[in-house]
Each structure stands twice: as C-alpha cells, then as structure tokens.
C-alpha cells in the first residue's frame, strides 16, 4: 500500500522513558499523518506534516512531537511514555489528484507501556 | 471541534443478510471517505464522497452522501464472510489536507 512501512512493529517500553517510531514512504508523498487507535475511539489524529519541517497538530497531540527532515521520513515521539499511549499508531499517507484524496495507512505499531 | 458518530457500534447479521452503517457530522463536510480496517490490520480505502446527493456503488457496496453534507451511509447488500471487518467513515472539512476526523467506526459480525 502506497510503499508505506512503520518501525517497529512491535514495541515493549516502560513508563518514562523516550519512544521513536518511525514511518518511511517511498512515493514521495507530500502530506503524512500520525493515528493512535484505541477501542472504543477508532483512529484519532496526533500530528500531521505538509512538506520537510512543516508539522501541525492535531486533535491528541499532548505528549508527542514529530519531525520530518526528508521527505520520506516521518518520526514519532513520545518523549516520556505514560500508560495511557498505549495504543496501536499508525502513519498515513495522502495521495492527492483530480480532486480526489486517498490516504493510505502503514502496517501500524503496536506500543504497550508498562 | 468538528465531530463525526458513527452507529450502530457493532452489528451482527446472518449471512446474506443487509447490512448499513450511518454517520453524521456536527459540521458541513467538503468531502467524506469510508475505509475498511480487517482484524489485526489496517484501515483501507474504500470510496471518497465529493458531491451533495452523491451515491457511488462497488459491487455490494453502496455508498450515500447527504444532501446537506452532514451525513453518509455505506450499504452492503447480501453479506460475504469476507466482509467482515470494521468500517470507518471520515470526513474533512476544509480543502486542505491537514488529517480526517474519523468516527469510532462499525464492526460487522457475520455469523454463517
């Protein structure tokens, strides 16, 4: 889908310590997107970017911070993981054309903070 | 901010049975986009809704836009086992690409 891959897939972390997950496309896609999905909220909006460096937040962006220095590349941070990011995440891709919009979303991380 | 329900949260239905998921919007939508998301996967794409009224179909499926752009339904006549699965509607409202606002989604049960 997309060339879209998430790293990594699986993640053990404790409480307090700094979590990376990375998101890679290899189509060149301007605009990416960070999801966090929960039971019960279905997939919520933490950060997006528009091009390299230019990110924006999201509805549950509080905890995270993102940085885009190419294009390909997409990084999630959470700088002191809590229990309640736990959560599957996913990035997303938009492919815009013709006035259609399609996004694509990676295999997901499964983060589980202790 | 811009709020999407979806209902019912989970429906269970015999096989070959009909089945509809419906949203709604707190806010007029300049497009809304429905996916699939399979156990254990991920969601994907099935349709976007441009067009007040407009109705799209794929094979079973019957997609539905409101004609105040509030609201949307996906039909799915005749259930496969292959349709289980979760389905989520999101909608945008500006012209920019700055991320969907999805609701909680519907799981379809479909028992043999």
């Known amino acids: 889908d997309a060339g879209i891959t998430q790293s990594p897939r699986h993640k053990v972390t404790e409480t307090g310590t700094p979590v990376t997950l990375r998101c890679h496309q290899t189509?060149?896609?301007?605009?990416m997107y960070w999801y966090r999905q929960d039971p019960g909220h279905g997939l919520r909006l933490i950060h997006y970017s528009y091009g390299v460096k230019d990110t924006d937040k999201g509805e549950v962006s509080d905890g995270y911070s993102v940085s885009r220095s190419k294009t390909e590349d997409f990084l999630l941070t959470l700088e002191s993981a809590t229990s309640s990011q736990t959560s599957v995440y996913f990035c997303?891709?938009?492919?815009?054309?013709?006035?259609?919009?399609?996004?694509?979303f990676g295999p997901g991380t499964r983060l589980l903070v202790l | 901010g811009q709020q999407v329900m979806q209902i019912p949260q989970y429906q269970h239905v015999q096989e070959g049975e009909d089945f509809t998921t419906y949203c709604n919007s707190s806010?007029?939508?300049?497009?809304i986009q429905w996916y699939k998301q399979r156990p254990g996967g991920h969601p994907v794409f099935l349709i976007q809704l441009v067009k007040s009224g407009e109705v799209k179909k794929q094979k079973r499926l019957t997609f539905q836009f409101g004609e105040a752009k509030k609201n949307s339904s996906l039909h799915i006549t005749a259930t496969q086992t292959t349709d289980v699965g979760t389905y989520f509607c999101a909608g945008r409202t500006g012209g920019g690409a700055d991320g969907l606002t999805f609701g909680k989604g519907t799981h379809l049960i479909i028992q043999p």
């Open positions: 189509e060149n896609h301007r605009y």
């Open positions: 806010t007029t939508l300049s497009n």
């Open positions: 997303a891709i938009s492919e815009i054309g013709g006035g259609a919009e399609t996004q694509y």
